[in-house]
């Protein structure tokens, strides 16, 4: 079902995109601005559309309302994951699984990234565990999609600013087709 499944993705933008989840940028803004930041990057097309669609799981049973307004993790990463795997290869699933665990592992070993994040992913890391402890930094190293994980991770953490206009999300649509199976 590769093809409704980009619809349904669209449809999922088109209503929760103006959500904001306590940032400062709408979620569409955001996702918008970490896709061009891997495009920026010279990042592969898998990894551009994993920045595209990292979060589509805070539009899935309420996840992104459940941080913001109930201070509860709905791991929205994982449930995004699950969905985009059933069309997408791992190139684009792995790191959208991996981000929040590319976030904690960035807060352990980076000095400085912790303080730097934005309000809502300072606070949504206490649910998320805090950053990692020994072995769950050597779980994650060894994570086939570590260093996609981490690419992906600064592109979130960039992909908030006021006033930057970038493409349009119709404008990926040829990409992600593309990377369907
Ligand atoms: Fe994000």
Known sequence: MPRPLIDDIFTMF???????????VTQLQHVLQAAQ???EDGAPDSLIAAALLHDIGQFM???GLAADEHNFDA?????GAALLARAFPREVSEPVRLHVTAKRYLCAVEPGYQAAL???SKLS???QG???DAAGLATFEAEPFFAAAVALRRYDDLGKRIDWDVPDLESYRPL?????R
């Open 14 to 24: 088109a209503r929760f995109g103006d959500e904001r989840y306590g940032e400062e």
């Open 75 to 79: 791991r929205h990463e994982i449930v």
């Open 61 to 63: 049973d309420g996840a």
């Open 130 to 132: 805090g950053p990692l």
């Open 37 to 39: 930041l891997a495009r």
């Open 118 to 120: 934005s309000r809502a």
């Open 176 to 180: 992600l087709e593309r990377l369907i």
């Open 125 to 127: 890391l206490e649910l």
